[in-house]
């Protein structure tokens, strides 16, 4: 099927970029054979660090005529396995790609190269008094991993996800060709938006080199309500609520004083108040303080209304930082509290949150395994771990099997998707194939031969 | 008895949003919200924290315009007991000494035992109004307070964080201390008390409250001339130990301190 990477495949590549940029055998890190999905581990054959659109144009047109599997890889960070070479092959590292090249400051774009980090651009941009809202948890992730799997993030309720700032694209096709798809235009009728299948498209369509990115200008303004509840289940059932306020905070996740303890023993900082069993976590931005309490003070109410114990108001750099980054440390911490696990990044409509949630829940007895979620409660996007602790290994894959085929139905039941911003890569294949159904694969298919008609962009993801 | 707790605060222009104008290279003030001096916070904290384990009550202080009530309702929205406004025509203008002079009247009136101030303000950044309050009341003062270890009715014992090393001392009450972020985390403000606190009477105490005159207040009651402003010189001069690998930065430690 694919050629194994030969010597001479390696001669080549090194003639491209340099002999000091390729990569094999042993001298490929560990890190290179996973990302931060646990359980799936293989090293490509051949590692070669990138520095520009024209050498991985070079690579692929060879690999395409010698059929040899190509993995792009940005920082690793992925959770479903996207940028792990199960097929062995070349990996690209685009990492090392990571300039900006140019803030457009009269059409509000920056173009930048794929492997900026998410904060080196998010400190860019407001530095200068601008914004890119898409902030997603895992800050060193680059930007063309961000892109490939349209990671979402916090403030998606206001702001959307990362599909919504992309303006165009430089991609190289698996053939070598470099497209320009997109541009800095504001509206595109221009037949069909080939840049938003490459966004999300995990590396299985194209190999993103450039990226115009939309900005906003930057809120001059932020406070956040931390507003505890008695149960998780009031706290969730107040976020439809909320959102039929038409008032729409920055953020709104929630969380539970288990997972609260947990990050602090992996900070090792305390929670500005663990008092009650569940929290929710609410973001506002805008320019001015009176439009801020305005709008807080009515959600303020509407908490209150539905049963919270009160809400307390975060209003100061300092408690913003011990607030949030206790919440950007939730996933770690679970993992360090645990041998292993697994995620479910489901969404749902927001509407049923509630009862995704408490159905979760109660999985944990019914098959007897640890289950710990926290979430973007606003956008109906859920992250659900669950626990390895000291089960053995089949023991592990029977009840994680099992407890996911009946997240991803109860899913499916409620109206949701596999995925909310996590993506598909490897992991999910099957949940996919189940909530696709037929006629949808062989369409995901399609297009995939239509970039793709070798199969040698990350074979193996997706479909 | 029960301890009296004041915690004095100041309200300051929000200075992360202070932009210089690039054409006049001036702050650009307009539209500025103000804040409660980040430091103050910890000092509400700390005055909140001893009286939920002793006999004690708080009160914050904070000496300012009329807007400067925000900062007394943030604090009692925190969980301090009492609000005090310390605010006059007469007291604009006052330097470090006399507003360090008001607010020792204010302290004496209130009765209070212990005075807790923040470290500095942001805006002037001083430090000097804490010990100010302790000299003009001659009390005990311990400045850069990072931990209060204990507190009873005759004393208060408080760890202090000196340039090289930490130092516990005990004073005798009535004392004034200033704090520093070390010292706790400060809670977050509630809304249940944030409302409570419109309804609560907040005292204001001006010229005549506190038996001030005109002379010893404002402009003409402050002493300090400004010549000139200049960032002072870095003190703390950090290397950076640097070699190949841990045994090389390891020998080059050991032959820094052999050398001292
Ligand atoms: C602690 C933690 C928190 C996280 N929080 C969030 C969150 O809140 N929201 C969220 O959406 N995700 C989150 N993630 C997941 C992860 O950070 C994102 O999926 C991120 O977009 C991956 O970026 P990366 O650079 O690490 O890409 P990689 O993991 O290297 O790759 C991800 C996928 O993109 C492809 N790819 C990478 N670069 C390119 C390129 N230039 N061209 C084409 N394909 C490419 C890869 O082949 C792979 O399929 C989190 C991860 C962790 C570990």
Redesign the pocket.
Known sequence: MYSEVTQSDIDYVKKIVGSENVFIAEEISEDFCR??LAGLKKSPEMLVDVSSAEEVSAIMKYAYERKIPV?????????VG??VAIHGGIMLN?SGMNNIIELDEENLTLTVE?GVLLMELSKYVEERDLFYPPD???KS??I???I??N????RAVKYGVTRDYVRGLEVVMPNGDIVELGSKVVKNSSGYSLKDLIIGG??TL???TKAILKLLPLPKKAISLLIPFPTLEMAIETVPLIIKSKIIPTAIEYMVRDVILSSEEFLGKTFPDKSADAYLLLKFDGNSTEEIEAAYDKVAQICLGAGAYDVLISNTAEREESIWSARGAF??AIKASTTEMDECDVVVPRNRIAEFVKFSDSLQDKYNIRIRSFGHAGDGNLHIYILKDDLDEEEWKKRLGQVFEAMYSKSKELGGKVSG???I?FAKIPYLKESMGEAGMQLLKSIKAAFDPLFIL?PG?IC | MTLKIAACIKQVPDVTEVKIDPETNTLIREGVDAITNPLDLYAVEEAIAITRNNDAESCAMCMGPEQALDSVREAMAMGIDKGVLISDRAFAGSDTWATSFILARAVKKLGADLVICGKQATDGDTAQVGPGIAAHLNWAQACYVSKVLNITQEEVTVERLLDYGREVITLKLPAVITVIKELNNPRLTRFFKLLESFEKPVEKWGAAELEIDANNCGLSGSPTKVNRIFAPPSRNKATLIKGENAREKAQNIADIIAGI
């Open positions: 990302d931060e993995v792009p890889r940005g920082s690793g960070t992925g959770l996207g940028s685009l794929p997603p948890g895992e992730a680059t063309g991993g961000n490939s799997t990671a979402g993030g916090m995990e590396g194209g190999i993103v996933l770690e911003e996590h993506g890569g990350n993801k």
